[in-house]
Nanobody
Framework: QVRVVESGGGSVQAGGSLRLSCSVS???????VAWFRQAAGKERDGVAR?????????????TQGRFAMSRDDAQSNDYQQMVYLQMAKLKPEDSAMYYC??????????????????WGQGTQVTVSS
């Protein structure tokens, strides 16, 4: 069983920054960890993902350059992972519930929510203008 816990959300003004944390525990050898977000009344969309095998990180186009996903290698191994999402130059349209998720498939990352097996409870980000 894999447990996912997010933290770090909050309220900021436009142009501000936040760092979200995602703690993953359980066997996750070469799985994929991704950040998703869901604004009120909208679908849940991918933001950034990391393939744990190589450390390769990908972003969706509308966040690259402002958002940076990273992993704390000192706190990460096959049974636990600590990943972050550093968000800068935040805009009101970035307001959403942010989720961290794990896909239980070696070497295959995805942007589809249906492909992810374990989810955290989410952390709210609110950006005011």
């Amino acid at each position: 069983q894999v447990r996912v816990v997010e933290s770090g959300g909050g309220s900021v003004q436009a142009g501000g920054s936040l760092r979200l944390s995602c703690s993953v525990s359980g066997y996750v050898h070469k799985f994929c960890v991704a950040w998703f977000r869901q604004a009120a009344g909208k679908e849940r969309d991918g933001v950034a993902r990391i393939y744990l095998g190589s450390g390769t990180i990908d972003y969706v186009d509308n966040t690259q350059g402002r958002f940076a996903m990273s992993r704390d290698d000192a706190q990460s191994n096959d049974y636990q992972q600590m990943v972050y999402l550093q968000m800068a130059k935040l805009k009101p349209e970035d307001s959403a519930m942010y989720y961290c998720a794990v896909r239980r498939a070696i070497g295959i990352c995805s942007w589809a929510t249906r492909d992810y097996d374990y989810w955290g409870q989410g952390t709210q980000v609110t950006v005011s203008s």
